[in-house]
């Protein structure tokens, strides 16, 4: 970083934001960091100014972090984007990567990577050190979203609803089915996407991004 750079924190956590600015500007003194807690919150601030450099987290009250960095890269390309979050799940970091973060980092861990990647110049994406064997191995593996993308359109729309935690009468009655015909979707679905739980399903959602 330099004197010059200005951050977004947006985080719905005050004393986590409190702590990360802290930590910031322990390293550089002179940023000039802001902070939101929401989406809302975050966008009437870029209305008024565009900082350099935006650290979100994905679960925020009004929103999915991850969609929203796609949202503001595709209006403000310049801007660097880093995803600090507790979530460990790979299709997330792909999602995060694939919308123009710079990184993905754990909330978890002393933030001492997350600084490294604010000062570093060079554009790759960086990970924290916990998740690199994880982003190896899934990039290594057949692409999930192809399999996602096997589905009959019937067969997503059933897939998302179970997701959100509906029972079978509650599919097919959202959906002008009978609750036999969603179970036989379901059978379907579970093969088509090589899972075996409902633990399994709601992981695939988040991987697909259909849910948090």
Known sequence: MNNSDSI???DDHPLFRNGLNALIHGENPDSLIR?????SEA?????????????????????????????????????????????????????ARDAGC?????????????????????????VSSQLKDLLVSVESKKDSGLLYRGLTRREKEVFKLFAEGLGY????????????????????IFNKLEISSDVELVKA???FGLTL
């Open 8 to 10: 977004l924190l947006v």
């Open 35 to 39: 902070e939101a807690g929401s989406l």
């Open 205 to 207: 959602a988040q991987e």
């Open 43 to 95: 966008r009437i601030m870029l209305d008024e100014e565009v900082p350099s450099t935006i650290i979100l987290d994905i679960t925020l009250p009004d929103g999915d972090g991850i969609s929203f960095s796609r949202e503001l890269l595709e209006r403000w390309p310049f801007c660097r984007v880093f995803i600090f979050s507790m979530h460990r799940r790979s299709g997330l970091i792909l999602r």
């Open 102 to 126: 710079r990184g993905y980092f754990l909330k978890e861990g002393d933030g001492s990577e997350l600084l490294d990647a604010l000062k570093a110049d060079a554009g790759q994406f960086r």
């Open 169 to 188: 009468k509650e599919v097919a009655w959202k959906l002008g089915i009978s609750p036999r015909t969603a179970s036989v979707h379901r059978y379907n």
